[in-house]
């Protein structure tokens, strides 16, 4: 079983739809956590860092932490086409910036 | 500001072959990371480097290793290589631990035939 699970997609959600990204992990030592955006072949876009639990907002984004579930989830509003990528999530204990990710959600807004 | 620059952006190999890639991270950043994706396995971690000095490794085989310049320039080196190694190798960034401050570069992507 790998340490951080996320659901691959596709997912495909109409403009202007509420979009829910999830992750859930086994490491309860995961400290901090983050979800980066990647286009084709691109590199991965730091999105969202949160450290510990809680939310964090930021424009149309925002990410959740509850690590008593070691649940996180990432809340795209007003999608745009412009949306469309894979969105990886990915955490690491600290200590260093060893990060472990998930596999990554491919996501398609459609007009 | 400049991003972090991967050379070579493309690369054919054959097996047996080694090969060495390199990142130049962002100025003043000290830390730099190494990501093999596929797209069976994702993005797996390779290795860190901070201050000339590896912090920690993934659960790759020995032919895989890295280097950390005085610059904090960083290369990575894969010798005998197999056809599984052919993957996007993604150098990351970062000025130390725990920071948002962080950016990937776009790849090298390696071809093992």
């Known amino acids: 079983q790998k340490e951080v699970e996320q659901d691959p997609g596709p997912l495909s959600v109409p403009e202007g739809a509420i979009v829910s990204l999830n992750c859930t992990y086994s490491?309860?030592?995961?400290?901090?956590f983050m979800w980066y955006r990647q286009y084709s072949r691109k590199g991965p876009e730091l999105l969202m860092y949160t450290y510990s639990s809680g939310n964090k907002e930021d424009g149309r984004f925002t990410a959740q932490v509850d690590k008593s579930s070691k649940y996180i989830s990432l809340f795209i509003r007003d999608s745009q086409p412009s949306d469309s990528a894979t969105y990886l999530c990915?955490?690491?204990?600290?200590?260093?910036?060893?990060?472990?990710f998930g596999t990554g959600t491919q996501l398609k807004v459609e007009l | 500001k400049a991003g972090v620059t991967q050379t070579p952006r493309y690369l054919i190999k054959t097996r047996g072959q080694q090969v060495t890639l390199s990142c130049s991270p962002i100025?003043?950043?000290?830390?730099v990371s190494w990501y093999q994706q596929t797209p069976g396995q994702g993005l797996q971690f390779l290795f860190e480097?901070?201050?000339?000095?590896?912090?920690n490794k993934g659960n790759f085989p020995g032919r895989f290793s890295g280097r950390q310049f005085s610059n904090s320039r960083s290369e990575m080196n894969v010798s005998t290589l197999e056809l599984g190694d052919s993957a996007l190798y993604l150098c990351a960034s970062f000025p130390d631990v725990g920071t948002d401050t962080q950016y990937f570069g776009p790849g090298t992507r390696l071809t093992v035939l």
């Open positions: 100025s003043g950043h000290r830390s």
């Open positions: 480097y901070f201050s000339e000095t590896q912090r």
């Open positions: 990915a955490m690491s204990r600290g200590g260093g910036n060893k990060l472990t």
């Open positions: 490491n309860s030592a995961f400290q901090y």
